[in-house]
């Protein structure tokens, strides 16, 4: 998953490299106007060095100081730790919070970012979805995170638990922490799913109806709306569907599922699975939404998807990162292929392997014995072999990254950023254009008269004397000339 997640975001870039060029946006992105409401509220003016008009102007040092301001907004909000409790039904409460946390979470990003002043639209909208991303990033994996990496790794020994502002650490259940991530990554991916697709199914038509009913308010019978719609001329139905909001919760939620598939794929090979699904099922709802309940889209230019690709590629990195740690510390493989070429081949005794006894004086207290996960001696002391087990999964996780990473970039290697089609039609273009070019500045040439002619004015006299019937051809028109080469590009 780690390396096909590399592999789409390498054939990403041709795809987008090829729309890009299909729509003419290749060098979209040059200057761009200040947003209005940055107009509206910057405290003063200066001279802009390209254009040398007078534009709002808003003082870089205080931006940053709202920016930093801001940050530590962020910071405190994702610490705040939420309770685990790991069963089915902890689970669902802790999908029920995290659906209300992501409300407020955007609510705040809106907040923080307009209080910053950003000057472009397209600066306001990257600083916002990177805001929204930090906060559902930690609000959706928090919980898998603590399961995999931290759940049942400080707990302590029988007679010396550790334990936090007074209570005991959480420890894994009797299969351990991998079953667990298991139920919670289900648990919060597909029902998040289900929830969202039925949001998605509900929602439009009701505020559709709604947004009817106000417009139409004297319509109070079915029958005779019934008979004002079929009456009512297409861009007045038009007119009353809902206006589209943007991509921005398609472009979120798809993110999200990109990082369940690939950061925790070790722990539930069934979640691309499940994701395959949704997004057949998420394809169609989104066709009727779009097509019938909202009105069409404002057109928008765009070079390519903006900082949704760089979120894209750190989950890739995040990815090859989490799945080395999980496969090393939290599932048996590393322990299993110890025992096997240490100790048996066949694994007999592997499980009394894992298992400590309790120290001796957890022992003479209780007047009892017990077995606990961990490699402890009698005394409570670490063995050897945990600090050679240590050693081998620390190796296994820098030589898996190595591995994958160096794959991806052979992969980055072998598969170009533009194709040889689209590379070839630029490369025709700026050929085409630079012939345009030469031709029009040849015909300029031949239409200005050189220092050896005669005056325009005699120009004129001649021309007058001459009939219409011996009259040369007119002169090509520049402006003409430009029309032409403009739709040679076009197409």
Known sequence: MSLWAITFLEYWKRTCSSLSHRWDLGCFGGFERPRPEFTAMAPMTMRNPVTGAEEPYFPENKRFNRTLTGCMVIIIMVSLLKSSIASFSGSVLNLLVILLLSRIYTALAHILTRWEMHRTQTKYEDMFILKVFVFQFVNFYSSPVYIAFFKGRFIGYPGNYNTLFGVRNEDCGAGGCLI???????????????????????????????????????????????????????????????????????????????????????????????????????????????????????????????????????????????????????????????????????????????????????????????????????NGEYLPEYFHLLAIQLGFVIIFEHVVFFIGRLIDLMVPDVSEEVEMKIKREHYMAKEALAENQSLGKTMIPGNGEAPPSELRQRRSRISPQESDPPSPNLEEIAEETEAIFSS
């Open 180 to 378: 667990d991530l298991a139920q919670e990554l289900l648990v919060i991916m597909v029902g998040k799913q289900l929830i969202n697709n039925i949001q998605e199914f509900i929602s439009p038509k009701v505020k559709s109806w709604w947004q009817k009913r106000k417009m139409n308010p004297q319509l109070k019978e079915a029958g005779q709306e019934a008979q004002r719609q079929e009456e009512a001329s297409p861009w007045e139905a038009d007119y009353q569907l809902l206006v589209c909001e943007g991509l921005f919760s398609e472009y979120l939620e798809m993110v999200i599922q990109f990082g369940f598939i690939t950061i925790f794929v070790a722990a539930c090979p069934l979640a691309p699975l499940f994701a395959l699904i949704n997004n057949w099922v998420e394809v169609r709802l989104d066709a009727q939404k779009f097509v019938t309940e909202y009105r069409r889209p404002v057109v928008e230019r765009a070079q390519d998807i903006g900082i949704w690709f760089p979120i894209l590629q750190f989950i890739a990195h995040m990815a090859v990162l989490s799945n080395a740690f999980l496969i090393a510390f939290t599932s048996s493989f590393v322990p299993r292929l110890y025992y096997r070429y240490t100790r048996d081949s066949t694994l007999s005794g592997f499980i009394n392997f894992t298992l400590a006894t309790s120290p001796l004086s957890y022992q003479q207290q209780h007047n009892t014995s017990c077995r606990y996960r961990g490699f402890r001696d009698e």
